[in-house]
């Protein structure tokens, strides 16, 4: 007689088998990280942030890059990257940020499910990225990226 299997796959192609002994097996097909927001490097002098942008409305975890291209001058300068949402109540909170950054180079952080954070992403709510710079630098100049999925 030949064995019977039962399978159930869902629309992200995750698969759940159960074959006639009982026994259940899992093919879980990972999902494919989407490009939500990028910019060119810009120069900034000043704290701000980004306008309002939509989560993805399946985003679970996101991750965000900073590549730092410039930083001199002026009074020790630093700058902090984050990346924020707005809560239930319209108000923004920060998910997770940078260290502070004095020096050229990269910098990443991620946040959602299973990450260290233990932030929790709105799918389909708003996000932003928010800069702090510190002291008074002559030029400051970085742009930032988020993938989320």
Request: aromatic content about 6%; proline content about 2%; glycine content about 8%.
């Given at each position: ?18 074959d006639s002994s009982g ?120 742009q930032t990226s988020l993938a989320g999925?």
């Open positions: 007689m030949p064995e019977m299997r039962v399978a159930i796959e869902d629309s992200q192609g995750d698969i759940l088998q159960m026994r259940i097996t899992a093919n879980s097909v990972a999902q494919i990280s989407t490009d939500m927001y990028t910019e060119a490097t810009t120069s900034r002098l000043v704290t701000s942030n980004t306008t309002t942008q939509q989560w993805l409305q399946n985003a679970a975890t996101c991750w965000v890059t900073v590549n730092l291209t410039a930083i001199s001058g002026g009074t020790t300068p630093t700058v902090v990257v984050s990346l924020q949402q707005m809560d239930g109540n319209s108000n923004w909170q920060t998910l997770a940020s940078t260290a502070a950054l004095s020096a050229v180079g990269l910098a990443h952080f991620s946040v959602g499910a299973g990450m260290t954070t233990g932030a929790m992403l709105r799918a389909g709510g708003q996000y932003r990225i928010s800069w702090v710079i510190t002291g008074t630098p002559a030029v400051c100049s970085f999925r």
